[in-house]
């Protein structure tokens, strides 16, 4: 579980740079290299790669080798664990928001109430 947590940690670290989260975002499309990776920003290879380091850290990315490329694939269980997390703490919201609904109905039908038991008593 502790690990878990550090993980989840270092994955929205990650994606808290808006760089990091466009790598992701192509990388959702397929395999790139770093070259391919840096192509659209003004910044040096040595920059994207260590974007990339931040992403393969945290367990985003996972770099291989095929033959002289060396493409970056994108891991998509990691977003299994974001999902989890973001699907426990939804599920929570939306249970508060549920009973907070029950609670206005139920507020809303004494106030409905009230002026006819009002009238009723003058």
Known sequence: MVEEQARLSRVFAALADPTRRDIVARLAAGDATVGELAAPYDVSLQAVSKHLKVLEDAGLVRRSRDAQRRPVHLEAEVFDLMTKWIERYRRQ??????????????????????????????
Do not use: C, N, S, V
């Open 93 to 122: 919201a939306e249970e508060r928001y549920q009973r907070l609904d029950a609670l206005l109905d139920r507020m809303q039908g004494e106030e409905q109430q009230e002026p006819g038991t009002k009238e009723q008593a003058g």
